[in-house]
Structures are given as C-alpha cells and as structure tokens.
Nanobody
Framework: QVQLVESGGGLVQPGGSLRLSCAAS????????MGWYRQAPGKQRELVAT???????NYSDSVKGRFTVSRHNAKNTVYLQMNSLKPEDTAVYYC?????????WGQGTQVTVSS
C-alpha cells in the first residue's frame, strides 16, 4: 500500500518562507513525476509545481521565481521551498505522485500566510 506523508505546513507572515516535504512509502514503481497542487477555500485545486524523473520542472505563473520544487529520488521524496509568501498563497497543499499505473495523492497540509 502506497502512502504519501506531507509535512512542513503552518502559519507564516507575508514575505516569509516555508518548506514542504512529501515522502512516498510502500510499493511504488515507475514514478513519472512528483509535484504539488493547492486548493484555496471556494476554489478548484490548481497546479503549483511539478518535477519529472528527469528533473524537468514546471511552475504555475503565480509562483514562478518564488517557489522551488526538488526531489530526492532514492528517498521518493519531493520538496517545495516557498519564499516571499503572499496571503493569496494560503491554501491546503497536496502532494501528488504520478506513476505509469496511477496517481497517488497526499492528505494535504495547510499553509496560511497572514500577519
């Protein structure tokens, strides 16, 4: 059984930083990409950033230049370094792992940017 465990969310002031982590455990094979999505209250879930097994990254325009996605292949872990956070970054952040068979989602971690 595959589990994705996220950590690193919390409350931060505007302009601050947070680092999210997502570790995948269990029988998980043929990972194509790992990444992060977010969902704010009353809004649809949206892509934040992804990174492929070949380290090709993709970012939403709203986070380019502020967020950095990275991964540790041996640990099946993906990270999201978030800098210069804004109130509009407030959301539940979900980790996603895409394999050749199916996608897996984490349970979500709350990020709140507020003074």
């Amino acid at each position: 059984q595959v589990q994705l465990v996220e950590s690193g969310g919390g409350l931060v002031q505007p302009g601050g930083s947070l680092r999210l982590s997502c570790a995948a455990s269990g029988s998980i094979f043929s990972i194509i990409a790992m990444g992060w999505y977010r969902q704010a209250p009353g809004k649809q879930r949206e892509l934040v950033a992804t990174i492929t097994s070949g380290d090709i990254t993709n970012y939403s325009d709203s986070v380019k230049g502020r967020f950095t996605v990275s991964r540790h292949n041996a640990k099946n872990t993906v990270y999201l370094q978030m800098n210069s956070l804004k109130p509009e970054d407030t959301a539940v952040y979900y980790c996603k792992v895409a394999t050749s068979i199916r996608d897996y989602w984490g349970q979500g971690t709350q990020v709140t940017v507020s003074s």
